[in-house]
């Protein structure tokens, strides 16, 4: 509390030197005494005249304006009271006392500033140098976690690119032995069918010589009937039962 009490001591005592220093030398403020000494009235006159509302019209548009005897006279009052170089120096000085107070003011605003707020602004830098140095640091977790993620994906897509190669070769494998499995079933339906085949047509052979022996039985014992009805001798009918019989052990 001591230290803020001397600092404000010492502000307040600086700042009233400093300022009463400015005004000897460069003061005062307004026009000094030396020229109101002079010109006091004239320059009465030049502040009246610069609050009319006509001479304030008059002097942001000028060529707006007709003959006015008494605004004319103004102006050139104005523009002779002007012209003094008593005037320019007090305006000069004016000028340049206005010109190095706003400068000290300036200067003892930031120094205040500085002095009360350094704590609280250095505080807040470091709250933003922590939350930068947070911020770096979260995204350097998430760097390595996005990192961590890459690797083990990357480890997948390498497991599974394995397992893609094991079960392009299970699935090949697969087709082959179904094929041969295909193959093998073919043949044996094949052979089934050939045999079959066969089977059913020695069974029609057999049947077409039961049918062929059954018409020649008929045949024979149609003509043996006839003869012996005729009256054939037993040579012939012999002959007729002969050939009959080698006719059914070997059929045409």
Known sequence: MGNWKGFLTGYV?????????????????????EYLSQYKSD?????????????????ERPHLHGDDETLESDVKFV????????????????????LLFDFFNAGMLILLIVRFSRKPLAGLLDGMVAQVRDDLTKAESARSDSALELKN????????????????IQT????????????????????????????RMRHEEVLARQALKQELVENVIDELTEQARSGADLIHQDALLNQFVQRVEKPK
């Not at 220093?21 to 005494?33: A, E, H, Q, R, Y």
């Open 13 to 33: 005592v600086v700042y009233l030197v400093v300022s009463t220093t400015l005004n000897i030398v460069f003061g005062p403020p307004g026009m000094s005494k």
């Open 43 to 59: 320059y009465d006159r030049y502040i009246d005249i610069q609050k009319q509302d006509e001479y304030k019209l008059w002097s």
């Open 79 to 98: 523009e002779a009271v002007e012209a003094n170089p008593d005037f320019k120096a007090e305006e000069k000085r004016r000028h340049r006392y206005d």
């Open 153 to 168: 994906a990357e480890a997948k897509m390498g497991t599974l690119t394995i397992e893609e190669s094991e079960l392009a």
């Open 172 to 199: 090949r494998d697969r087709i082959k032995r179904a094929e041969e499995e295909n193959r093998i079933l073919n043949g044996q339906s094949l052979s089934v069918l050939n045999r079959e085949t066969t089977d």
